[in-house]
Each structure stands twice: as structure tokens, then as C-alpha cells.
């Protein structure tokens, strides 16, 4: 199934034929609030609390969501997006993962996001 509309939407906006704001007030006002609160929280654009802290910690067991698991090397709690370095079981390599809205995203492999097991 393709995304026909989706895609009409998107081509308009990006030829100036619609204005983005009044596509998004239109949208978000035919969507539930609960809808784009979920919306909101699962793209990770607005944070609650007012300060996060890095859930991971050096020695911590992650697993990628692929099967793959690892152990943390190196946490590095003074950046903005908390990098975090993970060394994989079978592996001499060590990736890094930054804070990417709620997630740690590696960008040498896009959608993968560690967490603790």
C-alpha cells in the first residue's frame, strides 16, 4: 500500500503549493490530543522533567533489538546527547551510541536503540 496522500502532502509543501503550518494545525486538530501527546513522546520532541540523566552506566549489559549484546565501556554524562560506547560480545570494535529524542541511536547502524537487559 502505498502512502498516496501522505506523499501528495509532502510534494505540495515542498513545492510551496501548501503551507506546512496549516498542514500540521489541520492534521494535529483531526488527531486525538491523546494521539499526538503519543506522537509527541515516541519521536521524542518535547522531554519531561527538566534535567535527564544518562540511564546507562560502565559495565551495564545492553542489547541492540537485533539480538546482538554488549557491554558499556564508556559513558560520557557531560554531553548534551549522553554518548555512550558499547563493546559488543564477539567483537574488538566499540560503537557509539548518542541520545537521539528518548533513544540511543548508533549512526553507523540507523534504528538501532540500546537498552539495559
Known sequence: MTREFTNKLI??????????MTI?????????ESDVQEF???????????????????????E????????VVDVDDDEDHYPVSVRFDGSDDISTYTKVGKYLMNNSKPMRNIHKI
Do not use: K
Request: aromatic share 10%.
Open 11 to 20: 510534494e505540495a509543501c515542498e513545492e510551496g503549493n501548501l503551507d506546512p
Open 24 to 32: 500540521l494545525r489541520g492534521i494535529v486538530g483531526f488527531m486525538s
Open 40 to 62: 509527541c513522546e515516541n519521536e521524542g520532541y518535547f522531554e519531561s522533567g527538566d534535567e535527564e540523566e544518562c540511564l546507562f552506566e560502565v559495565g551495564d549489559t545492553v
Open 64 to 71: 541492540d533489538g537485533y539480538g546482538d549484546v554488549g557491554t
